[in-house]
């Protein structure tokens, strides 16, 4: 199965992130998980998942393990502080089928396109653009400022693929939990990954 690096944000959005975990989590693939201080503030206030109280890696991995339901016939997870600069994913040396940022804020977006490398999370995607991996992120924003689409487009530039946070309604989504579903199918399909999300378009 795969190996993925998956970026939380403080960008609005936590409950994709928590559908794609669990979606990579279901067919078996190893997610490697970073989230950034701001990040755990809004899974706080989005999914009342408090991350605040737990104070060591090892804490708050076990404590991800429990809430994504990890168990022998899933995939595994691992999580990594923001600051651990020196963690194995910040070497071009370590083996990853691609890093998916999700939601990813302005902040990053800008960050990534500057090559800042700050935290751990801005250095894995510097990594997985140095290596040519896949790289997705997710922005969620609006309006945009010329800024926002600038580093955008560097973005884009260097062949990251660019997955707005716009859910679809041609499918006729009558959940939440339908609309955040088809989103999320929608990466899936830009990693060529296996999901259940989406019921194909057949025309009309």
């Known amino acids: 199965m795969g190996k993925y690096i998956v970026g939380i944000t403080g960008a609005s959005g936590s409950i994709y992130a928590d559908r794609f975990i669990r979606q990579l989590l279901k067919y078996k693939h190893q ?7 701001a990040g755990k503030k809004v899974l706080k206030q989005e999914l009342n998942l408090d991350l605040a109280v737990l104070r060591t890696e090892e804490e708050i991995e076990s404590y991800l393990k429990g809430y994504f339901s990890v168990a022998d016939h899933t995939g595994d997870l691992t999580y990594y502080d923001i600051g651990r600069i020196g963690a194995p994913i910040s070497s071009g040396s370590f083996p990853v089928d691609g890093m998916i940022v999700l939601p990813c804020s302005m902040a990053t977006v800008s ?28 922005p969620r924003e609006a309006p945009l400022n010329v800024i926002h689409l600038q580093n955008l487009l560097l973005l884009a530039q260097c062949n990251v693929r660019i997955i707005p946070a716009s859910p679809s309604f041609y499918h ?19 990693l060529g990954i296996e999901h259940d999300f989406i019921k194909r378009w057949e025309g009309i």
Do not use: W
């Open 31 to 37: 997610v490697i998980l970073i989230i950034t201080e």
């Open 111 to 138: 960050a990534i396109a500057r090559g800042a490398s700050d935290n751990l999370l801005e250095r894995a995607a510097d990594v997985a653009l140095k290596e040519r991996k896949r790289l997705i992120v997710v």
């Open 172 to 190: 006729l989504p009558e959940t939440i939990e339908e609309l955040v579903g088809f989103f999320v199918g929608r990466i899936m399909d830009q």
